[in-house]
């Protein structure tokens, strides 16, 4: 068990470009999932996948934001013409699905500052 | 909709003091209730769990009751160390929502030697 990895740790971007990230989940789980952290807040729920499908988006999911998961594995999260609300800890998590709740594994999180 | 509200922090303790925190819910159905805790550089992790009224979760000397009567699932600890240092976030999970999480502001930790 590797762990749930995430790349960066951390990206420095001006307001206007395109950012990506990218979650590598632990290989037998194939529930994966986005979260965002804002200071001081705890992590609010963006998106979740099983497997290659994306299963459920938030509504503070917006069109600027879009999230794959190509076969299953690795996932990314794209953020189009970023802006300075945009700047917050992104993290991964990801699960095995067996019982009504499986336990998540989270990734130290990629911390985006827009400037 | 389902939220978690935690008590304000920060939290500063003498080592060996008595450490609660508290943590209400709301939610619709019945809901499993979680505690992560984050540690200095570290992800997010399981810290317990309980999924049903009256159940007690514990780990590492914490323990936490679901009380379905006043909708809370207080955090508590007889006696801390430095090294629980953290941040601690209170969680709740639908049932039958995917294990999709909704997390407490978190509250910061601080043990003194």
């Known amino acids: 068990d590797t762990g749930v990895s995430q790349d960066p740790r951390h990206k420095i971007t001006k307001r206007g470009q395109n950012v990506t990230f990218r979650c590598d989940p632990i290989s037998e789980h194939n529930r994966l999932y986005w979260y965002r952290q804002t200071l001081g807040q705890g992590p609010e729920f963006l998106t979740y996948?099983?497997?290659?499908?994306?299963?459920?988006k938030s509504r503070l999911l917006s069109d600027r934001f879009s999230a794959e998961r190509p076969k299953g594995s690795f996932s990314t999260l794209e953020i189009q013409r970023t802006e300075q609300g945009d700047s917050a800890m992104y993290l991964c998590?990801?699960?095995?699905?067996?019982?009504?709740?499986?336990?998540?594994?989270f990734g130290s999180g990629t911390q985006l500052s827009v400037l | 909709g389902n939220s978690v509200t935690q008590m304000e922090g920060p939290v500063t303790l003498s080592e060996e003091a008595f450490l609660t925190i508290n943590c209400t819910y709301t939610?619709?159905?019945?809901?499993?209730l979680f505690w992560y805790v984050q540690y200095p550089g570290e992800g997010l992790q399981l810290l317990l769990k309980?999924?049903?009224?009256?159940d007690k979760g514990s780990n590492k000397g914490f323990e936490a009751t679901y009380r379905k009567e006043t909708t809370s699932f207080h955090l508590e600890k007889g006696s801390v160390q430095v090294s629980d240092s953290a941040v601690y976030f209170c969680?709740?999970?639908?049932?039958?929502?995917?294990?999709?999480?909704?997390f407490g502001k978190g509250i910061t930790l601080s043990v003194r030697p």
């Open positions: 998590a990801s699960s095995s699905s067996g019982g009504a709740y499986e336990k998540l594994f």
């Open positions: 969680a709740l999970s639908e049932a039958g929502a995917n294990s999709k999480l909704t």
């Open positions: 996948f099983q497997n290659e499908a994306q299963l459920e």
């Open positions: 939610a619709t159905g019945y809901p499993s």
């Open positions: 309980a999924t049903k009224a009256d």
